[in-house]
């Protein structure tokens, strides 16, 4: 099992910009693939970016794409979400978690067996 602990977020006005952080507990995060899911009251989980465990690939969802940029450093055992051009509908709470996979292509919330306990984005128009 691995602990997550995510930091960073925040309140921010639109178009400004926010750094989430996350930091594994366990040894061996760079065998396994990183993702960030973001959630808002009364909806599912929503995938929102991955990272390969060789930090060699990544995906985002289609709202997000040009705007964040996921990345990891093995050695600190560390993955980020760097999140620029902020708008009022990327409020959610924001979570880590890491994948029962080494690629990143099995992107849905159950490819994924840990889970930080999140931290809250707020975006005001």
């Known amino acids: 099992q691995v602990q997550l602990v995510e930091s960073g977020g925040g309140s921010v006005q639109a178009g400004g910009s926010l750094r989430l952080s996350c930091e594994a507990s366990?040894?061996?995060?760079?065998?396994?693939?990183m993702g960030w899911f973001r959630q808002t009251p009364g909806k599912d989980r929503e995938f929102v970016a991955i990272?390969?465990?060789?930090?060699?690939?990544?995906l985002y969802t289609d709202s997000v794409k040009g705007r964040f940029t996921i990345s990891r450093e093995n050695v600190k055992n560390m993955v980020y979400l760097q999140m620029n051009d902020l708008k009022p509908e990327d409020t959610a709470v924001y979570y880590c978690?890491?994948?029962?996979?080494?690629?990143?292509?099995?992107?849905?919330?159950?490819?994924?067996?840990?889970w930080g306990q999140g931290t809250q984005v707020t975006v005001s128009s």
């Open positions: 978690a890491a994948s029962y996979y080494s690629g990143a292509y099995n992107y849905l919330a159950s490819d994924f067996g840990d």
């Open positions: 366990r040894r061996g995060f760079g065998s396994y693939a």
């Open positions: 990272i390969s465990a060789s930090g060699d690939f990544t």
